[in-house]
């Protein structure tokens, strides 16, 4: 585990908030940096990834994983966390492939922990309800097929309109999932752009461009996309950035950050 820490120096009335990672297995996550950028208070972060080792991503380990999503939450509880945010929505979408079930799985997790645990597909959840829109285009770029029809059960069970669900390889990008998986998230900008663009040009009456999984980021992004669209984008990133935002009464002063961080107040 790795602890962090801003450096700005609190006058001695100030409580620095205490913020705690669980990154994805096998993964070198960008969260704590690009929530670092987005602060303009003081913030320290404790991280640890997820076990188990050898973690393959198959849908059988993925079902298995509450006890493993709790080990790293009780590490982070007792480095002195004061909230635990998870990294990558499908480990709650998949859990039991509800909506209901994701968030049954984040108060487990919180009730063992003794405090605060976002798990990010709840985050998308919450921001979904807060953005407001029904009518959606699914961009999932780097799922391969087995994972975009997991997907889409799990949305059976939110409120939405799916006006359609584009990958890569559908729509020409690459070539075959093995070039895609070959990359292991590793994507350009413009890469995404032209995915995302695909992706709302197949659906022009949709309200918001949900895009699946936290393998791409859409900080340097999103923006853009949103005044070339003309409606919201909803990202794993942007949703937990913004999830985390509020929980630790932290304004986001940036305004080119998209609709939903644009207007992130703290409560």
Known sequence: MKILSKTVLPSPSYAIPKLGIIAAPGWIDPTAREFYSLCNQAVEIAQTIMPPVGFDYSFEQIEQLEPHIKTAAQLL??????????????FS???????????????????????KVILNGVAVLDAIHDLGCKRVILACPYYNEQWKLRFLTFLQSVDLVIQGCQ?????GIFASQQEVDARYYDFSAEEIKQSLRLARASAPNAEMVLVGGAGLRF??????LEQEFGVPILSADIALHWATAKALNIDITD???GRLLRTTKSS
């Open 167 to 171: 990958t890569f390889t559908e729509q």
């Open 255 to 257: 305004k080119k950050l």
């Open 93 to 115: 979408y998949f859990n039991d492939y509800t909506s209901a079930g994701a968030r049954a799985l984040q108060q487990r997790l919180t009730d063992a922990c003794g405090c």
């Open 77 to 90: 509880k007792d480095s002195g966390t004061e909230l635990i945010i998870q990294v990558g929505p499908a």
């Open 219 to 224: 900080l340097n992004i999103i923006e853009e």
